[in-house]
């Protein structure tokens, strides 16, 4: 009886030398960078895994994260997302059994960092679905990393996966998410480049050393009047139109001042017709930021749809003064110039051939001259901010064949055919 006993602790001390070798050669493995094999070795220490005492038992959890980490990011995973499961709770376990705490910390923020940049990859190439996939686990790996969330929720967006966003929106709201965050940034002395640090005193420090100057604080503004945009705009795709005027509502109570807010309230009605609301609302906005160029923008776009082309103009002509650069409202100030031609021309083309109707046409025609002159400027404007517009130069080259401008006309068709070889 005795001698069974013994040869069963035998078998027993065996087999456990056996498992620490596995996990001794796993470790091996991975410091090769040989998942496959590292992975081989934990299968056959975890069908006894719980004989290991915690020492050993982390170092499996350990090597275990290690290896399905690696071979998620290889390029060889056959489940990638199943892999960084699998590793992170490894890591959890690691934490929980206490011993190796700061590899597994480690290993989890490197965890992090390399899904993170790895759904950056997949929105450069168009696949928005796995990197919302992704930027949602990051979110999960730490819920305080609630940015991960918010850049998950559009990524799902942008894979027109609207069910998926709108839980994350949803969640995002609940949650308070503002996204507002404070940059700390300094001059690099020899570039002369901004450089934002991590951290003010990290800053602060740089600035001391007369590296770095002109240290500021940029504080960015929140984003929870999008979300309620966001959230409004998918009911609109799924027409649900109560919910998104639901959604707007919630909004406007936490902060009915919010200009995003209420810039996303008037996009709703705009998407909706209802253009007078729409037109109202964008007024509000513009009381509280008059130096928006994009709101007088689309105040002009709003005044223009209802019919009011002398207020589009007025707004248009407002943006112009705001951001000398906008290329749209340059190109509004054209069409909106231009849009009384056509009934020039069929006023013209109704005429007959009597002497009356001849001294109305020559009137008629001159007229019209006069809105493709008034009309040059905007549109010169616009090409001059974008080269490549052909549709504002191939109104140009019309133009200036219709007041006998050939030369300058030709010029542009010159280079109209030049963009298009």
Known sequence: MKKTIFSLALLATTSLFAQKSEVKDAQDAIE?????????????????????????????????????????????????????????????EVIKLGRDVEDAKMGVASLKDNLVNSAIDDQKK?????AADKLYKSYNMNEQDTMYLYYAASSAVNARDYDEALTYYKRL??????????????????????????????RDFSVKSDQYTNPK?????????????????????????????????????????????????????????NIEK?????????????????????????????????????????AIELDPEMENAYINMATTTLSKEREIVEEMNSLGTSKADNKKYQKLNEEKKQYYSDALP?????????????????????????????????????RIDEIRK
Do not use: C
Request: charged residues 30%; negative net charge; proline residues 1%.
């Open 378 to 414: 905007y549109l010169e404007k616009a090409i001059e901010i974008n080269p490549q517009n052909i549709g504002a130069m191939q109104t140009l080259m019309n133009i200036y064949f219709q007041l006998g401008k050939d030369e300058k006309a030709e010029e542009i068709k010159s």
């Open 173 to 202: 709201m609940d949650i308070e998410y503002t996204g507002v965050r404070t940059n700390y940034i300094a001059t690099d002395v020899e570039s002369g480049e901004e450089v934002t640090f991590n951290s003010k005193e990290e």
């Open 32 to 92: 090769n960078e040989d998942f496959s094999s590292a992975i081989s070795y934990l299968k056959t220490a975890k069908k006894l895994k719980s004989d290991l005492n915690d020492k050993w038992l982390s170092r499996f959890y350990l090597a275990q994260a290690q290896s399905h980490s690696m071979r998620a990011f290889s390029g060889n995973s056959q489940d990638m997302m199943s892999d960084i499961d699998i590793a992170v709770n490894a890591y959890e």
């Open 126 to 130: 168009g696949e928005n679905s796995l």
């Open 217 to 273: 604080d940029d504080v960015t503004e929140s984003v929870r009047g999008e979300i309620a945009k966001n959230i409004s705009l998918i009911y609109i795709q799924q027409e649900k139109t109560d919910e998104a005027l639901i959604a707007i509502e919630e909004a406007k109570k936490e902060n009915p001042n919010d200009i995003a807010i209420i810039q996303a309230e008037a996009d709703l009605h705009y998407r909706l017709g």
């Open 278 to 318: 729409y037109s109202d609302l964008m007024k509000k906005a513009v009381k509280q930021d008059p130096n928006n160029a994009n709101l007088h923008y689309n105040l002009g776009v709003s005044a223009e749809q209802l019919g009011d082309i002398k207020t589009a103009q007025k707004y248009y002509k407002q």
